[in-house]
C-alpha cells in the first residue's frame, strides 16, 4: 500500500467516522476506487489504527464538555453510567440480533461467511445511505420549523428512557454499513426532544464506548489472516501509525464541523449530503465497482 492511499484513507476516515455520513460507506467506496483489497493484513491493521485515531480525536474534543457535565459530581457520573449501559447493552442486543437474522437468512449455507462481506457491497451501502440521509433530514427540518420559544422549551435533558432509544437505534446501524451512527444518534436525540448539544455529546461518548469493541474484532481478524512477511508487516505498522495520526487531525476539523452546523441549525444539509451520496454509490455500483 502506497503512502498516498494510507493519506486519503486517513482522512476519508477522519472527517467521515465523525460527521454524519458514514465513515464506512465512504472507506469501502475509496478502497474500491484505489483498488485495494479491505481483508488484506496490512488494511486491517490500517482500520484498527484509523478507528484509534478517530478515538482520541473524540475524547480530546468533547473532554472538557464531558468534565464539566458527567463527571462533574458523583450523581451525575453515576446518571451518565446508567445511561451510557443502558444504551449500549440495548446497542448490544439490537445489532447483534439483526447480525444473527441477516447470517441466518441472506447469509444461510455460505460457509465463513461475515456479515461484511454482504453489507461492503455498494448496492447495499447506496439505500443505508439514502435511509440515514432521510432521517437526518427529517431530524433537522423538524429542528428548524420549531419556533425559537417552542423549541426551547421542548429541549431538555437526557432521560434513561431517551437513552435506552438512541441505544437501540445505534443498534440499527452496526450491520449496515452506509447506515451513519452520529447521523442516526443525533438525530434521534433531536426527534426525541434533547437538547442538541448534549445529543451530540452523548452520541459521541457512545462512540467511544463503542469503539473498544470494534477495534478488537479487526485485532482477532488480523490475528486470524494469513500474515505476511515481517518486513511488510513493519512497514505497515508505520504507515498505519501515521494513518492514526492524520485521522486524529482530520476528526477535530471535522468535530468542529459537525458542531458548528448542528448549532446553526444546519443539520439537515448531512441529510442531503448523505442522499446524493446515495446517488452516486448506486451509479459507481451500475459502473461495475
Not at 489504527?49 to 482520541?56: A, E
Not at 455498494?122 to 419556533?147: M, N, T, W
Request: hydrophobic fraction near 55%.
Amino acid at each position: 500500500m502506497s503512502l498516498l492511499n494510507v493519506v486519503i484513507l486517513a482522512i476519508v476516515q477522519g472527517l467521515a467516522e465523525l460527521l454524519p455520513v458514514s465513515s464506512s460507506a465512504h472507506v469501502v467506496v475509496a478502497e474500491k476506487l484505489l483498488g485495494l483489497d479491505p481483508s488484506s493484513p496490512p488494511m486491517t491493521l490500517l482500520l484498527v489504527m484509523l478507528h484509534t485515531g478517530t478515538m482520541f480525536a473524540v475524547i480530546v474534543y468533547f473532554w472538557r464538555q464531558w468534565r464539566g457535565t458527567y463527571f462533574a459530581s458523583l450523581a451525575a457520573f453515576k446518571t451518565f453510567a446508567g445511561q451510557v449501559i443502558v444504551a449500549t447493552l440495548l446497542t448490544g442486543i439490537v445489532g447483534e440480533g439483526l447480525i444473527m437474522i441477516v447470517k441466518r437468512t441472506l447469509l444461510r449455507g455460505v460457509p465463513h461467511s461475515e456479515i461484511e462481506d454482504l453489507f461492503g457491497h455498494l448496492e447495499f451501502i447506496a439505500p443505508a445511505l439514502a435511509a440515514a440521509g432521510l432521517l437526518i433530514l427529517v431530524a433537522g427540518l423538524y429542528e428548524r420549523r420549531k419556533a425559537p420559544v417552542a423549541a426551547r422549551a421542548a429541549e431538555g435533558g437526557l432521560t434513561l428512557g431517551r437513552a435506552g432509544i438512541i441505544g437501540m437505534v445505534q443498534g440499527l446501524c452496526l450491520p449496515f454499513r452506509g447506515f451513519s451512527r452520529s447521523g442516526a444518534t443525533i438525530s434521534a436525540a433531536m426527534l426525541l426532544g434533547v437538547a442538541k448539544s448534549r445529543g451530540e455529546s452523548f452520541s459521541f461518548a457512545l462512540a467511544v464506548v463503542l469503539t473498544p469493541p470494534v477495534v478488537l474484532r479487526e485485532v482477532l481478524r488480523l490475528l486470524h489472516a494469513p500474515h505476511p512477511a515481517a518486513g511488510d508487516l513493519t512497514a505497515a505498522a508505520l504507515s498505519s501509525l501515521l494513518g492514526a495520526v492524520l485521522a486524529f487531525g482530520a476528526g477535530l476539523v471535522a468535530l468542529k464541523w459537525l458542531s458548528g452546523w448542528l448549532e446553526r441549525g444546519r443539520w439537515y444539509l448531512f441529510g442531503v449530503y448523505c442522499l446524493v451520496a446515495a446517488i452516486a454509490v448506486a451509479g459507481l455500483h451500475q459502473a461495475g465497482y
